[in-house]
Nanobody, 119 residues
């Protein structure tokens, strides 16, 4: 059984920073793509950033230059450093681990952590 646990969310003023962390436990290995998604009230869940097993990164246009994703394969953790936060970054942020092996997909989600950007 795989479990993902996020931490690091909270309330921050515009222009501030937060660092999200996600720890994975269970049958997980370093071949998973690790990512962060977010969902704001009334909106669909969207990809924020992802990092593949070979450390290739991908970012949503809205966060490029402000957010940085990183991973620690030894600890099975993924991080999201968020700088220059804006009110529109307010959302529940979800950690995701994904892998496709042969014809099967392995897709795991955390419970989410709230990020609120407000003065």
């Amino acid at each position: 059984q795989v479990q993902l646990v996020e931490s690091g969310g909270g309330l921050v003023q515009p222009g501030g920073s937060l660092r999200l962390s996600c720890a994975a436990s269970g049958s997980i290995d370093s071949l998973y793509t690790m990512g962060w998604y977010r969902q704001a009230p009334g909106k669909q869940r969207e990809l924020v950033a992802a990092v593949t097993s070979d450390s290739t990164t991908n970012y949503a246009d809205s966060v490029k230059g402000r957010f940085t994703i990183s991973r620690d394969n030894a600890k099975m953790m993924v991080y999201l450093q968020m700088n220059s936060l804006k009110p529109e970054d307010t959302a529940v942020y979800y950690c995701n681990f994904y892998r496709r092996l042969r014809l099967r997909e392995y897709d795991y989600w955390g419970q989410g952590t709230q990020v609120t950007v407000s003065s």
